[in-house]
């Protein structure tokens, strides 16, 4: 029969396309071969928390924001110990100028 | 080198680098804002907060006591060049060397006097709360109380602080 057989017989090949029956597939298939495949992916690697972190380093908006976040506390601090630094070197000043060091 | 690595890494010296330079830009300019002149009394202002008449005062108390402080340390510095003087050249404390070390000694008294008697007046022309704090704060620095009592007299009870 094999003999016989004419490859390029296309009412052939139709016929033999048509005679192949596709079995129904079972109910819920495509979520339940999703569900498989998630519980056999492979578990988390070391490096893989440094990834995402590099993932969400990279993205604009999060590095926009840190970068922001990091120059308004720091321009607050800095004015603070500013301040601070300021009030005591004027103290220091008026001391040293009612209070000679040679007085106390 | 891992690039995930790499990239945070170079993340963090950035961070690191954007909070320093704000930080340290900050405070220079803050304190350069804040500095006040030399021989301003506004720190006094700032800390005691005095009315402006009780200011106006003060600043003439301070101006007065500033001139008698200047005679009083050229008096101090001529005693100490004749004790200088009185020990020089000899291993031993002479009576002539005591007695100028004795009028040195009463010299600085007189002006600590003077000193704490202007502490005094000063306090007196500031809300009685403030005065109490003001003296009891530059009594401490001034007569090296200071070390010996580390909890700072600034910080009075909540209720006594006037809130910014």
């Not at chain 2, 006097?113 to 009891?136: C, H, I, K, T």
């Not at chain 2, 090296?144 to 007299?153: A, F, I, S, T, V």
Request: net charge positive; aromatic share 6%; glycine share 4%.
């Amino acid at each position: 029969m094999k003999e016989n057989m004419n490859p390029d017989d296309v009412k052939l090949s139709a016929l033999l396309r048509e005679s192949r029956v596709s079995p129904a597939l079972p109910p819920r298939f495509q979520e339940n071969v999703w569900r498989r495949i998630e519980a056999n992916a492979v578990p988390a690697q070391a490096g893989s928390w440094l990834d995402a972190l590099a993932v969400l380093v990279l993205r604009p908006r999060f590095a926009l924001a840190t970068a922001a976040a990091l120059v308004v506390a720091g321009a607050l601090l800095g004015a603070r110990a500013g301040d601070l630094a300021a009030n005591q070197t004027a103290q220091s000043r008026y001391l040293s100028e009612v209070a000679p060091p040679a007085l106390r | 080198m891992n690039r995930s690595l790499v990239i945070v890494l170079g993340a963090l010296v950035l961070g690191v680098a954007l909070f320093g330079g704000s930080y340290v830009a900050s405070r220079h300019l803050c304190q350069v804002c804040v500095a006040q002149p030399p021989g301003s009394l506004d720190w006094l202002h700032n800390e005691f907060h005095p009315n402006p008449a009780e200011m106006a005062r003060i600043q003439k108390l301070h101006e007065h006591y500033l001139s008698q402080c200047a005679v009083m340390c050229r008096m101090v510095s001529e005693k100490k060049k004749e004790v200088a003087a009185a020990l020089n050249g000899t291993n031993q404390i002479s009576p002539a060397a005591e007695q100028k070390l004795a009028e040195l000694a009463a010299c600085r008294a007189h002006c600590q006097s003077q000193m704490l008697q202007y502490f005094a007046d000063v306090s007196q022309n500031m809300p009685p709360a403030e005065g109490r704090r003001y003296l009891a704060e530059m009594q401490q620095w001034t007569l090296g109380l200071r070390e010996e009592n580390p909890q700072p007299p600034s910080e009075p009870a909540a209720n006594e602080r006037p809130r910014h």
